[in-house]
């Protein structure tokens, strides 16, 4: 099955960039999808098919998917932005969808 | 506007069968493209998918869980129901369901529901 490898968490200091990263085996030929996921809340969506951003989500929000690697970067971080991120795609394979093991985002 | 919103009980014993139920609003799963999974998370771990159904009927499963698992809907009720038998400790999680957006090599959930916990103990 296919796997995808996140840091298990990320510290950061406020106005400073965060970048989390998702591992797979040639992922840059996949679409990849980040999800916020805050403490007693339901994932949110925010970013799809890379790069993009759902209408709603912050400018600082950005995604960028290349050969193994994946990564979600957040910039000019705020301490809303302080929570669990997951990554995400779909392995046509074996018509999997698949979450990455997830990184908390410490603001310090 | 979409809402998904999962119901069942919040306690089931070992080897029981777990039922939920997703009721949602604001879509379709007659209209072609829709798609409805579901997903659980242990506490304080991972998002974990489970099963999808299609507005065609299709159905997909984790390979895993896969024994396990059915999922079906209800169009008419707008609701997508899922069973898991033989239920362990384990399997103590919160359960989402979620719309799935799904197409040409694009799937991902783009609405949730709230998430029921569910605890599985004698």
């Known amino acids: 099955s296919y796997v995808l490898t996140q840091p298990p968490s990320v510290s950061v200091a406020p106005g400073q960039t965060a970048r989390i990263t998702c591992g797979g085996n040639?992922?840059?030929?996949?679409?990849v999808y980040w999800y916020q996921q805050k403490p007693g809340q339901a994932p949110v969506l925010v970013v799809y098919?890379?790069?993009d951003r759902p209408s709603g989500i912050p400018e600082r929000f950005s995604g960028s998917n290349s050969g193994n690697t994946a990564t979600l970067t957040i910039s000019r971080v705020e301490a809303e932005d302080e929570a669990d991120y997951y990554c995400?795609?779909?392995?046509?394979?074996?018509?999997?969808?698949?979450f990455g093991t997830g990184t908390k985002v410490t603001v310090l | 506007q979409v809402t998904l919103k999962e119901s069942g009980p919040a306690l089931v014993k070992p080897t029981q069968t777990l039922t939920l139920t997703c009721t949602f609003s604001g879509f379709s799963l007659s209209t072609t493209l829709m798609r409805v999974g579901w997903i659980r998370q242990p506490p304080g771990k991972a998002l974990e998918w489970l099963a999808r159904i299609d507005w065609d009927d299709d159905k997909f499963y984790i390979t895993s869980l896969k024994t396990r698992l059915t999922i079906s809907k209800d169009t008419s009720k707008n609701q997508v129901v899922l069973t898991m038998t033989n239920m362990d400790p384990v399997d103590t999680a919160t359960y989402y369901c979620?719309?799935?957006?799904?197409?040409?090599?694009?799937?991902?959930?783009?609405?949730w529901g709230q998430g029921t916990l569910v605890t599985v103990s004698s």
């Open positions: 098919d890379d790069s």
């Open positions: 995400q795609v779909w392995d046509s394979s074996t018509d999997h969808l698949v």
């Open positions: 040639n992922i840059g030929s996949k679409n």
């Open positions: 979620a719309r799935i957006i799904g197409y040409s090599g694009h799937y991902y959930f783009d609405y």
